[in-house]
Nanobody, 121 residues
Framework: QVQLVESGGGLVQPGGSLRLSCAAS????????MGWYRRAPGKQRELVAS???????NYVDAVKGRFTISRDNAKNAVYLQMNSLKPEDTAVYYC???????????????WGQGTQVTVSS
């Protein structure tokens, strides 16, 4: 089995910064695309940012220039540096990863448990 564990959420004032971390562990052979999603109250979950194994990145327009996604392949980890946070960034943030387990021939998609980010004065 594979687990994704997130950390780094919390309460921050508008204009502040937070760094989310997510580490994959378990029966892992390789981790491919990784990403961060968020679900704000009353809204559908949306992709915030994604990064390929080769570190190509993609961002939703609302966070471009403010958020940076990165990864450490040796640690099977992905990070989201969030700067200039706005109240509308308030949401539960979820880590997501495509993982190939050992002795497997197909990747599977996994989710973390979510971490709350609240931007408020």
């Amino acid at each position: 089995q594979v687990q994704l564990v997130e950390s780094g959420g919390g309460l921050v004032q508008p204009g502040g910064s937070l760094r989310l971390s997510c580490a994959a562990s378990g029966n892992i052979f390789s981790v491919y695309a990784m990403g961060w999603y968020r679900r704000a109250p009353g809204k559908q979950r949306e992709l915030v940012a994604s990064i390929t194994e080769g570190r190509s990145t993609n961002y939703v327009d609302a966070v471009k220039g403010r958020f940076t996604i990165s990864r450490d392949n040796a640690k099977n980890a992905v990070y989201l540096q969030m700067n200039s946070l706005k109240p509308e960034d308030t949401a539960v943030y979820y880590c997501n990863a495509d993982v190939l387990q050992k002795l497997s021939i197909m990747t599977q998609n996994y989710w973390g448990q979510g971490t709350q980010v609240t931007v408020s004065s």
